[in-house]
């Protein structure tokens, strides 16, 4: 089974794409929809809405004013997070119930529709993410037409959005509708042939034991950028059967006060994106068969929480992809370099500019003192690179010694939810 997060910009034409994969025979749920079934009246999310923000968020039927409540929470980050606190778990639960009977079902595709997937940090509960646009000119004329709105105030609904070229960054696959509707028709079948075999291909993934990845964490980075430490990283992961970012900014230190892709722009890191790599690879692993894309995207999303600069984001998903590999046996270890540059594509893309160049130590203290954990941190030192690095990446599959901090993280890696098949 293969779980797919839809979503794109206001009158973009992603109704129009969900419509068209539907009839492909995907299963399809709008995450919108289901949203605003958690909060009809009568329902106990819709009562502790009104507890919380008061009587003002209702309608004179009883309803949710949902206008009312977003001049509430978008001008209060904690009030915001409040909100997120009573409706993203039911939403989640919902969602979780529709999907369970179609886990293990071969080459089942899993579509969920929302059009602020990536703002609310909920894109990385899916394998793959697909988002919709087309030429700004043309989203306005559409978006006019559809609503009957004049330029200004189409212009501030589009506004109000995250730019279309930054949530694209997001993106596994795109769709771009801004050609006539049989080029998208074609544009989508092309999709839906490439999501069948990668639902076909992830049947039956199984992720990785925990003792093999035990030392990677062990004999890596402790810290990490902003408070937020590899094991940290791991409980929230455990915790919430994923990585939710909302939840992960705010666990961030000072805490977040601006939407989880601003983070980055509000304080000082502290710690290189990096830190958080190995675990990153550890928690993939755990989470089924190596998947270059979706860490990929995952290890990006993570280094914006605290990093503003591409290369530095890169650099994190780079180091991610290498740490997956050495995870799994491969490469052999005088090839470790030569496979990082086969990586750096796919890091750049969801970097969002190629990778710095600061893990060279820690490429060349891996390949010469391979599953030497110590002995690879004091040749990258003597190089100048990090050696925390350097020993995350020997110490995958080496040994360690048994002791609470080896207990507690044994303990999380099994607490790691793998999402059905």
């Known amino acids: 089974m293969l779980r797919v997060g839809l979503t794109g910009g206001i009158a973009c034409g992603k109704s129009h794409v969900l419509r068209r994969l539907a009839e492909r025979g995907f299963r399809t749920l709008d995450l919108d929809a289901v949203s605003r079934e958690v909060t009809a009246p009568g329902s106990s999310a819709l ?15 009883g309803a949710l004013d949902r206008p009312s409540l977003a001049a509430v929470v978008f001008a209060d980050p904690a009030s915001r997070a409040r909100l997120n606190a009573i409706v993203h778990p039911r939403v989640r639960e919902a969602e979780a119930r529709w999907a369970a ?30 988002v919709v646009h087309c030429d700004p000119e ?15 105030r189409a212009l501030a609904r589009i506004e109000a959005q995250m730019p279309l070229a930054e949530k694209r960054a997001f993106a596994h696959f795109e769709v771009d509708t801004s050609g006539s509707v049989g080029d998208t028709d074609r544009t989508v079948e092309t999709l839906a042939e490439a999501l069948v075999g990668m639902a076909r291909e992830s049947q039956g993934a199984n992720g990785v034991g925990v003792e093999s990845l035990l030392g990677g ?24 059967g994923g990585l939710e970012m909302e939840d992960l900014a705010g666990r961030l230190q000072p805490p977040a006060s601006r939407p989880w892709y601003r983070t980055a722009e509000e304080a000082a890191p502290g710690a290189p994106p990096t830190s958080l790599s190995p675990a990153l690879a550890v928690w ?16 990006g999303s993570v280094a914006r ?42 890091a750049r893309r969801f ?28 040749e990258c030192a003597r190089r100048g690179g990090d050696p925390d690095l350097a020993g995350a990446l020997a110490g995958l599959g080496a040994p360690f010694e048994s002791s609470p901090r080896a207990a507690a993280l044994r303990s999380t890696l099994e607490a790691v939810a793998r999402p059905p098949r």
């Not at 043309?138 to 200004?152: F, K, M, N, V």
């Not at 964490?217 to 919430?240: D, T, V």
């Not at 893990?359 to 941190?377: E, Y």
């Open 217 to 240: 964490l062990l004999h890596g980075p402790e810290g990490g950028p902003r408070g937020l430490s590899p094991a940290a990283l791991l409980a929230a992961a455990a915790e919430a």
């Open 101 to 130: 009977p179609f886990a293990g079902r071969e080459a089942e595709v899993l579509v969920t529709d929302a059009a602020l997937l990536v703002e609310a940090g909920a894109h990385l509960r899916f394998d793959r993410l697909v």
């Open 138 to 152: 043309q989203q306005l004329t559409r978006l006019r037409a559809r609503d009957g709105l004049d330029e200004r």
């Open 284 to 299: 993939a692993l755990r989470r089924g068969a190596p998947d270059p894309p979706f860490l990929a995207a995952a290890a």
């Open 305 to 346: 929480l605290s990093h503003v600069d591409p290369a530095e984001r890169a650099d994190a998903c780079l180091l991610a992809l290498l740490a997956q590999e050495v995870a799994v046996g491969r490469p052999e270890p005088e090839d470790v370099e030569e496979r990082a540059e086969s990586l750096k594509p796919l």
């Open 47 to 61: 009562a502790e809405i009104e507890a919380a923000f008061g009587p003002g968020v209702l309608d004179s039927g």
């Open 351 to 378: 970097g969002g500019a190629p990778p710095s160049g600061r893990l060279r130590a820690v490429l060349a203290a891996v390949r010469l003192r391979p599953h030497d954990p110590d002995g690879a941190r004091a």
